[in-house]
């Protein structure tokens, strides 16, 4: 089917950079909008960014300015530039794919395909 692993978290004082990755593996046919989500501690899952297979990006209002989601179609992989960070971006960021991939009996239905969360700190 369709994997995707993320890379890239760590920690980071006030104010740095990150860059997130995400890989989409498997038997893919198409994959179309990929996203990136996070999660605090104690709160519900939200959406950070979308980009569509053409390029259009979306983003929270939250991150707006600071954060920049791009993709490599090439590759499968999407990426999040995280810069000015803040403490409240503490979370664990999931990659998310809507994606096709090739069956025994030809190419599959749209599916929704999460990664496993990258940990992203930002502390002093």
């Known amino acids: 089917q369709v994997q995707l692993v993320e890379s890239g978290g760590g920690l980071v004082q006030p104010g740095g950079s990150l860059r997130l990755s995400c890989a989409a593996s498997g038997s893919i046919f198409s994959i179309n909008a990929m996203a990136w989500y996070r999660q605090a501690p104690g709160k519900q899952r939200e959406l950070v960014a979308t980009?569509?297979?053409?390029?259009?990006?979306n983003y929270a209002d939250s991150v707006k300015g600071r954060f920049t989601i791009s993709r490599d179609n090439a590759k499968n992989t999407v990426y999040l530039q995280m810069n000015s960070l803040k403490p409240e971006d503490t979370a664990v960021y999931y990659c998310n794919a809507a994606a096709r991939y090739w069956s025994a009996i030809g190419p599959s239905a749209w599916g929704d395909y999460w990664g496993q969360g990258t940990q992203v700190t930002v502390s002093s």
């Open positions: 980009v569509t297979s053409g390029g259009s990006a």
